[in-house]
């Protein structure tokens, strides 16, 4: 395990997957055109991948968390199809105002809380300062900035309605175009090391 290994913290909905509301059915999982791409693109550069999604339909009533674990396989398949994989999967079913404990709760992992995160980085031992947060919401670029990691606010699924409200530190397309720009920093990063040392 690298101790200071950058990480990619992806939203699912609306940035790996086509925005499906309260999304439980996995028959329904559709990845977006290039997700794929650019995660296989990160696993190849030896970027540790993570999803990192607010699952609050649990806390709603909506679905279950085996509903999500379902959800969640049949994304990795799609992914698997095309040469892509992820590390990990977080997610949060709390909310602090809707449904039964222990699902009604504050809780620190629910975006734009940083606690899964923190969990991710401690058990693959992940800067989080030299790392990057993709998602579709102001919510997203919150838990990156929070987490003092790069952000990029992608303009599928909420993007283009959430962008005006956000301060991102960069705008992309889609995850693909996203991810180009994160690997061109990283690129930086490494040049300037080997030049530096």
């Not at 997700?35 to 607010?54: C, K, L, M, P, Q």
């Not at 800067?127 to 599928?156: Q, Y």
């Not at 409200?165 to 990063?189: G, M, P, Y």
Request: charged share 25%.
């Amino acid at each position: 395990m690298n101790p200071g290994a950058t990480g990619l913290f992806l939203d699912r909905d609306g940035t790996i997957n086509v925005e499906r509301e309260y999304l439980s059915d996995p028959d329904r999982v559709e990845l977006i055109p290039g997700s794929a791409d650019a995660i296989r693109e990160a696993n190849e550069a030896g970027i540790r991948v993570f999803v990192v999604t607010n699952q609050a339909g649990v806390a709603r009533g909506l679905h279950s968390e085996a509903d999500i674990l379902a959800v969640h396989r049949r994304l990795e398949e799609l992914l698997s199809a095309q040469g892509a994989r992820l590390d990990a999967l977080y997610y949060c079913p709390h909310h602090p105002e809707f449904g039964p404990p222990p699902y009604r709760k504050v809780c620190n992992c629910r975006k734009p809380n940083t606690g899964m995160l923190r969990q991710a980085a401690e058990t693959y031992g992940i800067d989080l300062a030299s790392s990057f947060v993709v998602g579709d919401k102001c919510s997203d670029i919150e838990t990156g900035k929070n987490a003092r990691c790069g952000t990029v606010l992608v303009l599928t699924g909420y993007g283009r309605t959430e962008a005006p409200s956000c301060t991102a530190d960069h705008v992309a397309e889609n995850l693909f175009e996203a991810w180009k720009h994160i690997q061109k920093i990283i690129q930086k990063r490494i040049s300037s090391f080997s030049h530096g040392s």
